[in-house]
Structure formats: structure tokens, C-alpha cells
């Protein structure tokens, strides 16, 4: 079946880099994103990658995509303790409609 | 600025009751979603719908029902609530042609005793 799959908590300092992976199952999916939930907060779209890139580079946002081994990462370049959130993988399937989430990671930045 | 929003955040029932949650969105989107998010499960499917009346069951329907009467309007039903049915439970809406990104609402935190 489909299924996401993410490490639950990861620690950085202030101004280091954070980089957050995640491996799916279904090899016919259009879209992967990240979303960001922040504490008491729903989730909301942080970045996406279409499945035939490879890269793509918002701002502080890096995310590779590798789909042969259908893994997918997000870095974020010089973390800030307003990063801390927990961040959710996610894959499109059934033609774009559903929507399998990760089961989030915990991201937690020392200052 | 897009909008969905949720009867309420906070919300304490009894074993047995019945128990509605409302989700409200302004897009005018098709589909509308409802998950629960439990700590280290991550988001998991109840329904879904795709269209005023229709409805699709996701991974996790048993003791849920919904309800959509009206395309802006999508409520879970729970019907007879029991302890393990204690989760926070997001509400999320999506266009549904051709760009698929969820906007969610900030979630209603249930704990039944």
C-alpha cells in the first residue's frame, strides 16, 4: 500500500543547516510536498516538487528529489528558532486527488 | 486571503455522545477532507468528499460518519464516541483540478472521557 515515511525529531542550532528526509512507496506520484505546522496550528504548504525535477530552490528551501530510490529531502539553510515546527512529507496519488501524509518530524533549533 | 475554519478548537464529550465538528471553508473548492493527527502516526484519512452529497471513505472511516449538504460546508460525525476516538481532527479543503494543495483549518482538539 501507499506509505510515507519520515524520522519524527531532529535538533540543529541556530544557523546551521537542517535537512529532513523522507521516503514514499508509490512511484506513480505527480506531486511531493512539505507542509509546516506550527504549535496550535493547522498545516500549510511550504514548498512542492513536481516528480519529474529533480531539484527545486525557494529562498532558504532546498528540495531534492530522488526517485529511483523515492527519496525526497528538504533543507533548510541557516535554521532560525521560528523554523521550529514539525514538517510533514507528502505524496499525491490516485491521479493528483489523495493525498498520503508522512507521520511529521519534529524540527527543534537551539539558539 | 483563503479560509478554513473549524467550530471549535477545543471540545470535551462523554463516552456514548454524539459529536459533530464543523468545518467551514470560503474557495468555493470541491473537495474537502477530514484527518486525525496522532502523535507519531502522522495524518490519517477519514473521508473525503468530492461534490455537495458525495462522499468517499478514507483509511480510518469506522465510528465516523460526514455530512455535506452544502459545497462550502463538510461535517464529521462521530456517533457514538468513545476514548479512543480522542485525537485532534483537521479539516482540510482543495480545488481539486489540477493543483492539489490542501489548505487546512487549525484543528479541533477532542478528548473524549
Known amino acids: 500500500g501507499e506509505d510515507v515515511e519520515q524520522s519524527l525529531f531532529l535538533s540543529v542550532r541556530e544557523g546551521d543547516s537542517s535537512v529532513i528526509n523522507c521516503t514514499y512507496t508509490?512511484?506513480?506520484?505527480?506531486?511531493l510536498y512539505w507542509y509546516k505546522q506550527e504549535p496550535g496550528a493547522g498545516l500549510q504548504l511550504l514548498t512542492y516538487i513536481f516528480s519529474n525535477m529533480d531539484m527545486k530552490q525557494d529562498q532558504r528551501l532546498t528540495v531534492l528529489l530522488n526517485k529511483k530510490d523515492k527519496h525526497l529531502s528538504l533543507r533548510i539553510a541557516d535554521t532560525q528558532t521560528g523554523d521550529s515546527a514539525i514538517y510533514f512529507c507528502?505524496?499525491?496519488?490516485?491521479?493528483?486527488?489523495?493525498?498520503?501524509f508522512g507521520a511529521g518530524t519534529r524540527l527543534f533549533v537551539k539558539a | 486571503d483563503v479560509k478554513v475554519t473549524q467550530s471549535s478548537r477545543y471540545l470535551v464529550k462523554r463516552t456514548g455522545e454524539k459529536v459533530f465538528l464543523e468545518c467551514v471553508q470560503d474557495?468555493?473548492?470541491?473537495?474537502m477532507f477530514w484527518y486525525r493527527q496522532d502523535p507519531g502516526l502522522g495524518l490519517r484519512l477519514i473521508y473525503f468528499s468530492y461534490d455537495v452529497k458525495m462522499k468517499e471513505k478514507g483509511d480510518i472511516p469506522e465510528g465516523y460518519s460526514v455530512s455535506r449538504e452544502k459545497k462550502e460546508r463538510f461535517s464529521l460525525i462521530l456517533e457514538s464516541a468513545s476514548t479512543n476516538q480522542t485525537s485532534m481532527y483537521l479539516c482540510?479543503?482543495?480545488?481539486?483540478?489540477?493543483?492539489?494543495?490542501?489548505?487546512f483549518g487549525p484543528g479541533t482538539r477532542l478528548t473524549v472521557t
Open positions: 482540510a479543503s482543495s480545488s481539486g483540478v489540477g493543483w492539489y494543495e490542501q489548505y
Open positions: 474557495m468555493d473548492h470541491e473537495n
Open positions: 508509490d512511484s506513480s506520484s505527480t506531486y
Open positions: 507528502a505524496e499525491s496519488i490516485a491521479g493528483g486527488f489523495k493525498t498520503i
